[in-house]
């Protein structure tokens, strides 16, 4: 790893491990919930606090560099130049309200449009994943291995909760039928973790913005799996995704049954 990208790991581990603290330790307070677009659409507090914190931090620390985040304290960016960071402060911010488990703080950087460093903290199994470009993916800072080539028949499938509200994606039921069975957790970035670490197959998700996938592609790329939207066109990240994380075997029998 370059000497930059080596700091900067350690910068972000830093911030990470210092917000996450203090979501940890607050997260049983009240909760101030808004609704943004709709009544299934929320953002607290929370999710605003982390995102303007992590924004303070990388524009006092790399001024020069741009930042897309959810809650819009970052930056309008149009195009990929430069250094560019994705903040998404809390995915799987109705788990964050309700549950009380499986949602993550995810960032992730790219270099003139490549990946180079991705982060997904699960905070309250305290298990950081970090891919760092040419170098794997970890969790906790030990290697994960590339998980075996299954096939969808051979292991599980994980969508999202838009692809099942609306009918104009039934061939999603066709993929669901051929897999060993079905998942929905409510967080990409935790979901992405899942096929990084073999124990589904693949996850496929309609409408997901960039933040949401931006640091599962440098996952996917280390580890020997696909990354693709449903057409098998490379993701945009300057706008909203239909996506598919998968093995090779999967990602191809998804493409031939999308297609059919
Ligand atoms: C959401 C979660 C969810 C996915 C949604 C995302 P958020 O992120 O990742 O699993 O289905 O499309 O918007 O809003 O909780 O950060
Ligand atoms: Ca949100
Ligand atoms: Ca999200
Ligand atoms: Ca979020």
């Not at 304290?73 to 995915?91: C, K, L, Q, R």
């Not at 973790?193 to 640091?215: C, F, H, M, Q, R």
Request: with cysteine; aromatic share 6%.
């Amino acid at each position: 790893m370059s000497e930059n990208r080596m700091n900067r790991d350690k910068t972000v581990i830093k911030w990470i491990d210092e917000i996450s603290r203090v979501i940890i330790q607050k997260k049983d307070n009240q909760l101030e919930i808004e609704q943004k677009t709709s009544a299934n659409d929320l953002v607290t507090n929370m999710d605003k606090w982390v995102e303007k914190e992590l924004v303070e931090r990388i524009r006092s620390a790399y001024p020069e560099d741009r930042i897309l985040g959810e809650e819009g304290f970052g930056d309008a960016v149009e195009n990929m130049s430069g250094t560019v960071w994705f903040v998404d402060p809390i995915d799987g911010t109705l788990n964050f309200i309700l549950q009380n488990e499986n949602f993550a703080l995810m960032l992730a950087v790219y270099e003139d449009g490549v990946p180079v460093q991705s982060y997904i903290y699960d905070l309250t199994l305290n298990k950081l994943y970090k891919a760092i470009k040419g170098e794997g993916v970890s969790c906790n800072e030990q290697l994960l291995s590339e998980p075996a080539n299954v096939s969808l028949s051979e292991g599980m499938l994980a969508t999202n909760s838009s692809i099942m509200i609306e009918d104009k994606y039934d061939k999603v039921r066709k993929i669901a039928r051929k897999s060993l069975g079905l998942r929905l957790v409510g967080s990409a970035g935790l979901e992405t973790v899942e096929v990084a670490k073999g124990s589904i197959a693949a996850y496929i998700a309609t409408n997901l913005k960039p933040w949401d996938i931006a640091p599962g592609i440098l996952f996917m790329e280390e580890l020997g799996l696909k990354a693709t939207q449903f057409n098998n066109e490379p993701l945009d990240l300057l706008k909203n995704n239909n996506i598919v994380f998968a093995t090779p075997k999967a990602h191809d029998e998804i493409m031939k049954l999308m297609n059919i």
